[in-house]
């Protein structure tokens, strides 16, 4: 709810303009599977605990980046931002899309597979 904040105060809009934004930008890429994902990984040591958590911020921040993108896209309503947001970005939000169906339907994602989907959605921030 903070960065919700923080992106409000940045891009000068109202918070539930931002939230509405923000979720809908995560309903759009099923951002809540791949952050299901992150938190089913194993983490048995130290180390693979901080990559999770890692990846995890990763995330939210990327969203934030996202979010603040779409809402830099002009005066509208947020459903209607985030629509033009996608049309004016469809290659890359469908080649995203596409990797993260495939990745959904992995029995079991591994700390590769979530790496190389936040290198894919980095491409759109």
Same mark, same amino acid.
């Given at each position: 709810?903070a $960065?919700?904040?923080?992106?409000? =105060?940045?891009?000068?809009?109202?918070? =539930?303009? &931002?939230?509405?934004?923000? &979720?809908?930008v995560?309903?759009?890429?099923? *951002?809540?599977?791949l952050? #299901?994902?992150? =938190?089913?990984?194993?983490?048995?040591?130290?180390?693979?605990s901080? !990559?999770?958590?890692? *990846?995890?911020?990763?995330?939210?921040?990327?969203?934030?980046? *996202?979010?603040?993108?779409?809402l830099?896209?002009?005066?509208?309503?947020?459903?209607? *931002?985030?629509?033009?947001?996608?049309?004016?970005?469809?290659v !890359?939000?469908e080649?995203?899309?596409?990797?993260? #169906?495939?990745? #959904?339907e992995?029995?079991?994602? =591994?700390l590769?597979?979530?790496?190389v989907?936040?290198?894919?959605?980095? $491409?759109?921030?």
């Amino acid at each position: 709810m903070a $960065s919700r904040t923080v992106s409000a =105060d940045s891009t000068r809009r109202p918070f =539930d303009e &931002v939230c509405e934004v923000h &979720v809908g930008v995560g309903e759009r890429l099923g *951002l809540a599977r791949l952050h #299901a994902q992150i =938190d089913a990984l194993h983490s048995d040591s130290y180390w693979q605990s901080r !990559a999770k958590a890692a *990846l995890g911020d990763d995330l939210g921040g990327l969203q934030r980046a *996202l979010a603040q993108q779409v809402l830099a896209g002009g005066a509208g309503a947020a459903g209607e *931002l985030v629509v033009r947001w996608e049309a004016a970005n469809a290659v !890359a939000v469908e080649r995203a899309r596409r990797l993260l #169906a495939d990745l #959904a339907e992995a029995k079991q994602a =591994d700390l590769a597979m979530l790496s190389v989907a936040m290198r894919e959605l980095r $491409s759109l921030a």
